[in-house]
């Protein structure tokens, strides 16, 4: 059965203006939203050492030209993100294909464009993009046709070739982001059970074939998820120093700016993938799960601004996009509390970096969108005279 049953087939004249669409805005989630955002820069202000510089202060500047893009975001009709999300898509997907032909290295990757004033990660955009436009595709279905095979190939399509441009460069934890997010919204449209088992044993049969397209630093990532202790001073460094934060913080933590992890260097990418260790430290088991109940309340706003939309399109954009913010944590924590292989997914509005919180803000623009547009009843074709 699929999570969303109602599925609306015509269109009511709907046009708010710009007074409205203040009011009816969602100020809790972004009121959630900057929360995080503060707590992150307050980590980063810690994580060097009293200092803004270098990260928190550039941290500070980017989280206000996202709050800019995310109000203008919202401000948008729903019906114009519907009207142009294979378009949003393609350029994303155009960006990926830049990146494999003059891309900018960085540590070992050729994941950024470098565009001079700033450095772009196109996989960052396309976890928006193919959101968008998997909710667009899925919106002009009926369930009958998301039933036959047929009518699935495009959407997955949608998502295996931006992810073997990904693989490329090589990015394992946005690709794997990809595959996720594509298979819960096949879930929550209505796909049948037998055909994520079928998907699921191909994989399982392929795995002696996907080890060996696996990359080396990427298969010893792997053997150092298994067992970080056969090289506690190599490979397996970065996970070892991470339990030890982890567990130093106990129940109440260190106190700000009192982690001795960070403090001694003995944490490595404490201002990036890793920053959620710091706050363990220093917050302890209190602090660390008050932050995730501060994730799961964002999460959950998302799958709630979903289920009360009127259009189809908008319930699978928004649910869609909670899913994508709930992989950002899942993996995160997951990776570095030793549960999953490390990836080199962010903390999502926590880490430092640029591109990742642009996205995200975007990705939460139009989820407000969603919200502002909730009465709105859109037809599968998305136009006007769809009555």
Same mark, same amino acid.
């Given at each position: 059965?699929?999570?969303?049953?109602?599925?609306?087939?015509?269109?009511?004249?709907?046009?708010?203006?710009?007074?409205?669409?203040?009011?009816?805005?969602?100020?809790?989630?972004?009121?959630?939203?900057?929360?995080?955002?503060?707590?992150?820069?307050?980590?980063?202000?810690?994580?060097?050492?009293?200092?803004?510089?270098?990260?928190?202060?550039?941290?500070?500047?980017?989280?206000?030209?996202?709050?800019?893009?995310?109000?203008?975001?919202?401000?948008?009709?729903?019906?114009?993100?519907?009207?142009?999300?294979?378009?949003?898509?393609?350029?994303?997907?155009?960006?990926?294909?830049?990146?494999?032909?003059?891309?900018?290295?960085?540590?070992?990757?050729?994941?950024?464009?470098?565009?001079?004033?700033?450095?772009?990660?196109?996989?960052?955009?396309?976890?928006?993009?193919?959101?968008?436009?998997?909710?667009?595709?899925?919106?002009?279905?009926?369930?009958?046709?998301?039933?036959?095979?047929?009518?699935?190939?495009?959407?997955?399509?949608?998502?295996?070739?931006?992810?073997?441009?990904?693989?490329?460069?090589?990015?394992?934890?946005?690709?794997?982001?990809?595959?996720?997010?594509?298979?819960?919204?096949?879930?929550?449209?209505?796909?049948?059970?037998?055909?994520?088992?079928?998907?699921?044993?191909?994989?399982?049969?392929?795995?002696?074939?996907?080890?060996?397209? #696996?990359? %080396?630093? *990427?298969?010893?990532?792997?053997? !150092?998820?298994?067992?970080? =202790?056969?090289?506690? &001073? /190599? $490979?397996?460094?970065?996970?070892?120093?991470?339990?030890?934060?982890?567990?130093?913080?106990?129940?109440?933590?260190?106190?700000?700016?009192?982690?001795?992890?960070?403090?001694?260097?003995? #944490?490595? %990418?404490? *201002?990036?993938?890793?920053?959620? !260790?710091?706050?363990?430290? =220093?917050?302890?088991? &209190? /602090? $660390?799960?008050?932050?995730?109940?501060?994730?799961?309340?964002?999460?959950?706003?998302?799958?709630?601004?979903?289920?009360?939309?009127?259009?189809?399109?908008?319930?699978?954009?928004?649910?869609?996009?909670?899913?994508?913010?709930?992989?950002?944590?899942?993996?995160?924590?997951?990776?570095?509390?030793? &549960?999953?292989?490390?990836?080199?997914?962010?903390?999502?509005?926590?880490?430092?970096?640029?591109?990742?919180?642009?996205?995200?803000?975007?990705?939460?623009?139009?989820?407000?969108?969603?919200?502002?547009?909730?009465?709105?009843?859109?037809?599968?074709?998305?136009?006007?005279?769809?009555?």
């Amino acid at each position: 059965m699929p999570f969303f049953k109602d599925r609306n087939c015509y269109l009511k004249n709907y046009n708010l203006s710009l007074t409205d669409k203040i009011k009816a805005f969602n100020y809790k989630l972004l009121a959630l939203i900057c929360l995080i955002v503060f707590i992150g820069i307050g980590t980063l202000y810690s994580a060097a050492n009293g200092s803004w510089d270098p990260w928190a202060d550039r941290q500070f500047m980017r989280f206000l030209l996202s709050l800019s893009v995310l109000i203008c975001v919202s401000m948008v009709n729903l019906r114009l993100w519907m009207k142009y999300a294979y378009l949003f898509y393609g350029i994303s997907f155009l960006l990926l294909i830049g990146v494999t032909l003059f891309g900018h290295v960085g540590m070992g990757a050729q994941r950024w464009l470098n565009l001079g004033f700033m450095r772009l990660q196109p996989s960052e955009l396309m976890k928006i993009a193919l959101v968008l436009a998997l909710a667009r595709y899925f919106h002009g279905v009926t369930l009958n046709e998301i039933r036959s095979i047929r009518s699935i190939v495009p959407p997955s399509l949608m998502m295996i070739l931006p992810v073997a441009l990904i693989l490329e460069q090589p990015d394992l934890g946005t690709a794997l982001m990809l595959v996720f997010a594509t298979g819960a919204i096949f879930f929550l449209v209505g796909v049948e059970w037998w055909k994520f088992a079928l998907v699921g044993t191909g994989v399982l049969t392929a795995i002696p074939i996907l080890w060996t397209c #696996l990359h %080396e630093y *990427q298969k010893k990532r792997v053997m !150092t998820f298994l067992n970080p =202790e056969n090289d506690p &001073l /190599g $490979s397996g460094y970065h996970i070892m120093q991470s339990k030890i934060a982890l567990g130093s913080g106990g129940v109440l933590g260190k106190g700000f700016m009192e982690s001795t992890q960070s403090r001694l260097n003995f #944490l490595p %990418e404490k *201002q990036t993938d890793f920053i959620f !260790t710091l706050i363990a430290e =220093e917050f302890g088991f &209190l /602090g $660390s799960t008050l932050l995730i109940l501060l994730f799961l309340s964002v999460i959950i706003y998302c799958f709630y601004i979903g289920v009360i939309s009127n259009n189809y399109f908008g319930k699978v954009l928004a649910t869609g996009l909670g899913v994508n913010f709930a992989l950002y944590v899942f993996i995160n924590i997951g990776m570095v509390s030793g &549960l999953l292989p490390v990836v080199g997914v962010p903390l999502p509005l926590v880490s430092y970096g640029g591109t990742a919180m642009m996205t995200l803000f975007f990705g939460f623009g139009l989820v407000e969108a969603v919200y502002i547009n909730k009465e709105m009843v859109i037809g599968r074709n998305g136009s006007i005279d769809d009555e």
